[in-house]
């Protein structure tokens, strides 16, 4: 039955569990591009979903800022919580190009490129245990092992802590899935958490281990980003305690979640596209659009807000200052008026400009380069040992109407004969 605009809410997780609802987005784009969402707690959001629409949103911060309201939650919150919480991602220029020039040396193309001999050794050590069984369950086989090791490595993180990070991040970030939180997932956020960034009763422990690091790194600089930031200044004065807390949290949950889905979602859509993976391995010059394409399917996250600093219009659509803005990437990935036949998985797809990253503005992903480096490690890595990748089992997805991901992907590699 097709859907109506009465029935749209993007705010129910449940909706994001069970598909990719494309055609609610398929509506929102052919009838309300940017659309007044009723909010059952609150003043409602425009919800925006049109490729040029949501690059509109991102390239002018003075005007839809991350900072008034913070990105990462459509929820409208009371300035001290905000104030708490607040990372890097959540400020606006100047203080956010200051907070991005402590470590964003680190992350830039070139000082990537330095950890790809290294990366291969991490993937094939990662693939050979998976591949060498029958079937394996990819989300937690593959796709985690390698950017929690790669995000250490940069970060400068020991190997001891690195299950229980993943772990906390998973919970922090995705509070909503019940298979990571049990029942906290539908009881909602608790007023002695409301403080702890993502406002959430495991950022203690993750913050804790975090302060441990920064300690060491004060009394013991090294060659890592940790080390950077804990030494780090703005204005003239050091971080503050609760700047490095909400830091170390968005580094280490961002960082690693996102990356994994990017994974994930990549290998399901070869195996749903066999011809696909069959031109990959046939043509191995095809391995830089293929990264592209599997980054505009992934999308791992489904939307960041900005709050509207003036009175303004989007799309003959009058927005107050003040007002909700909520760009969904996912969408702008599958807007048909800039990628033809925008569900098809197509890894020649030239061009592909795709919003995966946020492509414009000031809070263009820093660890983009790193993530495409991961991708194209893994895929020229996978490539000349797996003929086929097919699916051993039914996909089950997140319970999250910000991130879009998978939390089991069970497949099965028919190998290449030995020589």
């Known amino acids: 039955m097709p859907v109506a605009l009465a029935d749209v809410d993007l705010l129910d997780h449940d909706l994001f569990a069970e598909r990719e609802p494309w055609d609610v987005f398929e509506l929102l784009q052919r009838e309300a591009p940017v659309y007044r969402h009723p909010e059952p707690d609150g003043p409602g959001f425009w919800a925006v979903t049109r490729y040029e629409d949501v690059l509109a949103v991102l390239r002018v911060w003075a005007t839809f800022s991350s900072e008034l309201g913070g990105s990462a939650t459509i929820e409208t919150l009371p300035e001290d919580v905000l104030t708490a919480r607040r990372n890097f991602m959540e400020t606006d220029p100047p203080r956010h190009t200051q ?5 964003a040396a680190d992350f830039t193309p070139r000082s990537v ?17 998976a591949l060498a069984k029958s079937e394996f369950e990819a989300v937690h086989e593959v796709a985690a092992p390698i950017p929690i090791r790669v995000l250490a490595r940069v970060l ?8 229980r990070l ?8 995705v509070d909503t899935e019940p298979d990571y939180v049990g029942d906290r997932a539908f009881e909602g956020e608790r007023p002695e958490d409301r403080y702890l960034p993502f406002g959430s009763p495991w ?3 993750l913050c804790s281990l975090g302060r441990a690091y920064y300690g060491d790194r004060r009394a013991h600089p090294r060659d890592d980003a940790l080390s950077l930031i804990a030494n780090a200044e703005l204005d003239g004065c050091p ?3 609760r700047d490095l807390d909400n830091t170390f949290a968005i580094l280490v949950v961002a960082g690693n979640e996102t990356t994994r889905q990017a994974i994930a979602s990549g290998l399901l859509a070869f195996a749903r596209n066999p011809e696909q993976w069959d031109a990959l391995r046939a043509e191995p010059d095809l ?3 293929a990264v592209e394409e599997v980054l505009r399917i992934s999308h791992p996250v489904w939307h960041f807000r900005r709050t509207a600093t003036r009175d303004t219009e989007l799309r003959g659509q009058q927005i107050a200052a003040g007002d909700k803005v909520v760009v969904w ?6 807007d048909p008026d800039v990628f033809p036949d925008p569900h098809r998985f197509d890894i020649r797809r030239e061009p592909n400009e795709h919003a995966t990253f946020g492509k414009v503005g000031p809070h263009f992903c820093l660890g983009a380069h790193l993530a495409r480096l991961e991708l194209t490690v893994l895929l020229d890595e996978l490539a000349p040992r797996v003929r086929r990748i097919e699916l051993a089992g039914e996909p089950r997805r997140l319970r999250s109407n910000f991130t879009n991901g998978l939390k089991r992907l069970p497949l099965r590699a028919q190998l290449v004969p030995a020589a």
């Not at 907070?99 to 470590?103: E, M, V």
Request: glycine fraction near 6%.
């Open 99 to 103: 907070f991005r020039r402590i470590f």
């Open 113 to 129: 490129r330095r950890y790809e001999p290294w990366l291969h050794e991490l993937v094939r050590e990662v693939l050979e245990p």
């Open 156 to 163: 400068g993180l020991s190997d001891e802590h690195l299950p």
């Open 166 to 173: 993943v772990e906390l991040g998973d919970k922090m970030l």
């Open 203 to 205: 950022a203690e422990e």
């Open 239 to 241: 971080l503050s305690g």
């Open 287 to 289: 391995l830089p659009s």
């Open 329 to 334: 990437f996912a969408a702008a990935n599958h």
